[in-house]
């Protein structure tokens, strides 16, 4: 008979070789080879506007600086992949290979090699350390490890090209407004130092920031270097799916959802942590990620004192943002004209970021308004 599969939570697991099965020998910070770094960091990428991100060596023979992220053994073989700090995204294509990020766009390891068992097995290891279960049954989990490592798992047959892994991994440091400027998010010259002044004005007078982009453009990187700002004798209640801000605040507290078990039972939503934490008397109340019905009680709850707020959302471009905010105001069953009367009273200023060419940088600075028909739109600044 097999043993019984017990889920125990993440916060309550100390990771090492032994639990991922990889021999404790290699699973030691001393026990791997350095490696090179794959690309440079999330601001080099950003420092020379004139840098061609084509034309940079996929490698750097210098071995990369240590990271401070205390354990990765939990990732087993991958986890000489994460030491460098550089790297943001690893992602398992079966036995196809492995990707990984580093702030120039995906680039292949080619000195990866596993078989689809080894990869299948690494997979159902991770994810029972996040506390869950994966199989033919439920092929596709999410979950958060120590130190706020995410990763997402799907199984055959579901996936055609073998087990998928997409991990992904929070900066080591926490850049600060001046650090993301000096790295040309915001341009450069005069223009990038009238919108640092600018930003850091929006957090001093509390106004509620909302920040779009795609995947991957620094949403949450900016938005927690923003909070970094606020008056250390501010209370900041963060809200996430999974938790991923890093402020550098003396006084933050985390909420994260919690998904169903296995009888489809215990999950807590954005939407009751919400509304949870208006009674812990937050200062600023920020929700990670706006992706479902939980904008209902964001918006009432920006709408009545909660000012200095904000939060993020998927969007193309600033003027895809008002569409987007329709849609999941229709999820929570808000008519246009109620999501547009209340983002316009609610958020102060949109910061949309994009991401080419492996840089990333402020695109658009804009207001919320009422169109001719009464319809929610933007307006830049």
């Not at 030491?83 to 196809?96: E, I, K, S, Y």
């Not at 600018?198 to 795609?214: F, K, P, Q, S, Y």
């Not at 105001?329 to 970021?353: C, E, F, K, Y």
Request: charged share 25%.
């Amino acid at each position: 008979m097999p043993e019984p599969y017990v889920a125990v939570p993440s916060f309550l697991k100390r990771p090492s070789a032994l639990t991922v099965g990889i021999d404790p020998a290699r699973a030691t910070p001393g026990g791997e080879s350095p490696r090179p770094s794959y690309a440079a960091t999330w601001l080099d990428a950003a420092t020379d506007p004139n840098r061609d991100a084509a034309s940079q060596p996929a490698a750097d023979p210098a071995p990369p600086p240590p990271s401070s992220r205390t354990d990765l053994s939990a990732l087993g073989p991958l986890a000489r992949f994460a030491r460098d700090p550089a790297v943001t995204d690893l992602f398992v294509n079966g036995d196809a290979g492995l990707w990984l990020d580093a702030g120039r766009g995906l680039v292949p390891a080619p000195d990866w090699h596993s078989d689809e068992r080894g990869i299948r097995d690494l997979a159902v290891r991770l994810i029972a350390l996040g506390g869950r279960h994966i199989d033919e049954a439920s092929p596709c989990v999410d979950v958060r490890l120590a130190d706020g490592i995410r990763v997402h798992a799907v199984l055959p047959p579901v996936s055609s090209t073998g087990t998928l892994l997409s991990i992904r991994l929070p900066r080591a440091e926490r850049l600060s407004l001046d650090a993301l400027a000096a790295g040309g998010l915001f341009g450069h010259g005069e223009d990038a130092a009238a919108q640092l002044g600018r930003l850091r004005a929006a957090v001093l007078d509390r106004e509620n920031l909302l920040v779009t982009g795609a995947a991957g453009s620094g949403k949450t990187t900016l938005l927690a270097a923003l909070l970094g700002e606020a008056p250390a004798a501010e209370r900041i209640v963060a809200i996430e799916d999974v938790a991923e801000l890093r402020i550098n605040h003396p006084h933050v507290v985390a909420l994260e959802s919690r998904q169903a078990n296995l009888e489809g039972a215990g999950r807590i939503g954005l939407d009751s942590l919400l509304r949870e934490a208006l009674r812990m008397r937050p200062d600023r109340l920020v929700l990670g990620e706006c992706r479902g019905v939980e904008i209902r009680e964001l918006l009432a709850a920006l709408n009545t004192g909660h000012d200095g707020g904000a939060g993020t959302l998927h969007a193309n471009s600033l003027a895809d943002v008002p569409a987007r905010l329709e849609a999941l105001g229709a999820l929570a069953g808000m008519s246009p004209a109620a999501v547009a009367r209340q983002t316009v009273s609610a958020i102060g200023l949109v910061l949309h970021l994009e991401r080419r060419g492996g840089r990333r940088r402020l695109a658009q600075v804009g207001r919320f308004t009422l169109d001719a028909a009464e319809r929610l739109a933007t307006v830049p600044e």
